[in-house]
């Protein structure tokens, strides 16, 4: 089974509707990460968690929420969807305690989203 | 984060040694240099990373000069399954975990 899951994997919605992508890992890692790519770019954070207790803002979190309901769980959310949302959407965990600069992580395999 | 620069593509035939450039000429003493993959819209992949000495492991070697402002990433046998976008990234430790993904270099691997 993977590590990270994201779902669902490919979602189209319409403009205005709230969206929620949700992210799990079995990894026991207490870092987790929203990302966005928009076609031929990088990947652009969008909002990251410490723990449970700790959210922050990434480059990109205007038009974005997110929860952090256990260790294992991340969830973004869209709450009026717009077109220039329409992108891939990676979630991301990483383990601090490994320490120094081996800061590895490991990644869900996307979830597409269109919103016409 | 320092920024980085790398050309956006590059071909390579397979089972030569592939060759990925980036210049970090603003990288800072305590920044190491990250490299990750994304094939064809999977989730990135860590590939390497190092301060100042030059690192190995089983995917790749990471070669990085003296003055730092450069490094090169070495697939030695390229095949089929590395074509992909590579991103070099660098960042100083501790600082959240966070990557700054530029728009990396465009590996095509051909027959």
């Known amino acids: 089974d993977a590590d990270v899951t994201q779902t669902p994997r490919n979602r189209i919605t319409k403009t205005g509707k709230r969206i929620m992508l949700e992210c799990s890992q079995t990894k026991g890692h207490d870092r987790m990460y929203w990302y966005r790519q928009d076609p031929g770019l990088g990947l652009r954070l969008i909002y990251y968690?410490?723990?449970?207790?700790?959210?922050n803002k990434g480059e990109i979190s205007d038009g974005y929420s997110v929860s952090r309901q256990a260790q294992a769980k991340f969830s973004l959310s869209l709450e009026s969807a717009i077109p220039n949302q329409t992108a891939l959407y990676f979630c991301a965990t990483s383990d601090p305690s490994v320490g120094g600069s081996y800061n590895e992580q490991f990644f869900g395999p996307g979830t597409r989203l269109t919103v016409l | 984060d320092a920024k980085t620069t790398q050309p956006p593509s590059m071909d390579c035939a397979e089972g030569r040694a592939a060759n990925l450039p980036c210049n970090h000429s603003?990288?800072?003493?305590?920044?190491?240099v990250y490299w990750y993959r994304q094939i064809h819209s999977q989730g990135p992949q860590y590939i390497i990373h190092g301060l100042k000495n030059n690192e190995t492991n089983e995917m790749a070697s990471l070669i990085i000069t003296e003055d730092r402002k450069s490094s090169t990433l070495i697939l030695p046998h390229a095949t089929l399954r590395d074509t992909a976008v590579y991103y070099c990234?660098?960042?100083?430790?501790?600082?959240?975990?966070?990557?700054?993904f530029g728009q990396g270099t465009e590996l095509s691997v051909k027959p």
């Open positions: 603003t990288i800072s003493g305590n920044e190491y």
């Open positions: 968690s410490f723990d449970v207790k700790d959210i």
């Open positions: 990234i660098v960042r100083a430790p501790n600082q959240g975990g966070k990557l700054i």
